[in-house]
Each structure stands twice: as C-alpha cells, then as structure tokens.
C-alpha cells in the first residue's frame, strides 16, 4: 500500500514562491509517475503538473507553465512543486498522487490509484 505525505503549503502574498513535498512509503517510488492536481472551493479537482518515473517527461497544465516546477528524488522517495509567481488564482488544497503504471496519460485524476491527504495553499492579493 503506497502512502503519500504533502507539506509545504501555507499562506502567502501574490509574486511569492512555495516549494510543496510529497514523501511516499509502502512501495518502489522510483516506478510511479507522480503527479500534482488541485481543488479550490466549489471546483472540481484540477490537473497541474506529472513527472514519470525517471523524470524523463514532464507535463504541465497551461496556467502554471513557467511558472512552477515538478520534480522528483528517488533517493528520497519524494516529489516536489516548486512555486513561483504566485496568484490568488492559484488558492486551493494542493495533493500528490501516484500512478503504477508509467505510460497512461497523467493529466487524468482517474488514472491515480493513490492520492495524499493535501496541503492548502492559500494567496492573497
């Protein structure tokens, strides 16, 4: 059974950077492909950012490209958001999830068996 841990959020002002954490157990995090979606209130759960196995591809949802950054250390058996320019827009509960399988499509919600608990992350303007 994988387990997934968010940190990092928090609550700061438009223009600032967060860096959010996902530490995984319970299984060989060096096969999953990792992925970070969102949830503002009242909306449906958003796609962000993946990262497959190695770090060999990476996809972004078009309102954060440039702007954040995914990776991951296997050695640590943790993948990180790394978030600069911060907008209000971008206020929600942030969770990490896990796919098995490498080669689905990891932008989809329904492809990850296992998702962390979330950590909010709040921007004022």
């Known amino acids: 059974q994988v387990q997934l841990v968010e940190s990092g959020g928090g609550l700061v002002q438009a223009g600032d950077s967060l860096r959010l954490s996902c530490a995984a157990s319970?299984?060989?995090?060096?096969?999953?492909?990792m992925g970070w979606f969102r949830q503002a209130p009242g909306k449906e759960r958003q796609f962000v950012a993946t990262?497959?196995?190695?770090?060999?591809?990476?996809d972004y949802a078009v309102s954060v490209k440039g702007r954040f950054t995914i990776s991951r250390d296997n050695s640590k058996n943790t993948v990180y958001l790394q978030m600069n320019s911060l907008k209000p827009e971008d206020t929600a509960v942030y969770s990490c999830?896990?796919?098995?399988?490498?080669?689905?499509?990891?932008?989809?919600?329904?492809?990850?068996?296992?998702w962390g608990r979330g950590t909010q992350v709040t921007v004022s303007s």
């Open positions: 990262i497959t196995s190695t770090g060999g591809n990476i």
């Open positions: 319970g299984g060989t995090f060096s096969t999953y492909r």
């Open positions: 999830a896990a796919d098995l399988q490498n080669w689905r499509n990891g932008r989809y919600p329904m492809n990850y068996p296992y």
